[in-house]
């Protein structure tokens, strides 16, 4: 039996899918939130579709053991395999890319668009299949996921990778709107305007947020009341979720706990 006062489960390779969290915590201030970061296996963007697969399965798993009422796959890179393996959970399950994908249809000028994510959703393919006749001008990055997770950003080093991208992304397609699909650039989405002032950058995050509220209302498992509580799971260390949160100006967690199997 699902419970309005459970919490809403969101998970990640790491610190990404805090972009997630500061969304759902802007929209639904009065939810629970148990957050799992895989931080000690990140970045899952180079490795194989079987070892996601195990990771991911885990990380669902070890949600459910917490009661959790609905699971955010807060990571682009999961969301891209996740239809494989959602059938076997009895949990709600909602992706970071469709959303935003239908977000796009509706609100995009031009007939093409920019994506810049890891290097496997890059290869799935699934922005494109999934955004039909809208071109996608995607480029994977094997590095920017890990210095983000690191929580040591050197602003100049990540400029130069971001430019090393983007630029890459512009001379291919000539767009104006890039996706941010991987939940860890978002973070750093001040670096990217101050790169490229002119070009709309999108943080999937926003629309996500927007799709558990919609189902948590549907479903009617709104928790309107009471104290809320916010923890924190890591397989990794601690110490890199305070800067990120401080760069995010994320509401702090009751407890960050290092989750050990
Ligand atoms: N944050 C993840 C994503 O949205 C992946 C980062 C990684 O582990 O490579 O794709």
Not at 28 to 44: A, M, S, T
Not at 178 to 190: E, F, N, Q
Not at 235 to 242: E, N, R, T
Request: charged content about 25%; some cysteine.
């Amino acid at each position: 039996m699902i419970k309005r006062n459970s919490a809403i489960g969101v998970m990640d390779s790491g610190v990404g899918g805090l972009t997630t969290v500061k969304e759902l915590q802007k929209l639904l201030p009065k939810e629970n939130i148990i957050y799992f970061g895989d931080n000690k296996n990140v970045p899952y963007g180079n490795k194989t579709q079987e070892e996601i697969i195990a990771l991911t399965r885990r990380m669902i798993e070890f949600l459910i053991s917490e009661d959790v009422k609905v699971i955010a796959v807060a990571c682009n890179t999961i969301s891209t395999i996740i239809d494989m393996i959602s059938k076997d959970y009895d949990v709600k399950i909602i992706k970071i890319i469709d959303p935003v994908v239908d977000n796009i249809k509706n609100t995009l000028k031009k007939d093409k668009v920019g994506l810049i994510a890891t290097n496997f959703t890059v290869n799935s393919g699934y922005y494109d299949k999934m955004l039909g006749d809208i071109k996608v001008f995607g480029r994977g990055s094997s590095e920017l996921a890990a210095i983000v997770d690191s929580g040591k950003i050197d602003k100049e080093q990540v400029k130069k990778i971001i430019k090393g991208h983007i630029d890459k992304i512009i001379e291919a397609g000539n767009v104006d709107t890039i996706i941010l699909g991987c939940t860890h650039y978002p973070i750093l989405m001040d670096l990217f305007q101050e790169c490229y002032p002119n070009i709309n950058f999108i943080n999937p995050a926003f629309q996500q947020a927007e799709a558990i509220k919609n189902y948590l209302r549907e479903e009617g498992l709104l928790k309107e009341e009471g104290d809320k509580y916010f923890k924190i799971y890591t397989s990794g260390s601690q110490d890199q979720y305070h800067s990120i949160m401080n760069m995010l100006k994320l509401q702090m967690p009751q407890e960050i706990i290092q989750y050990r199997e």
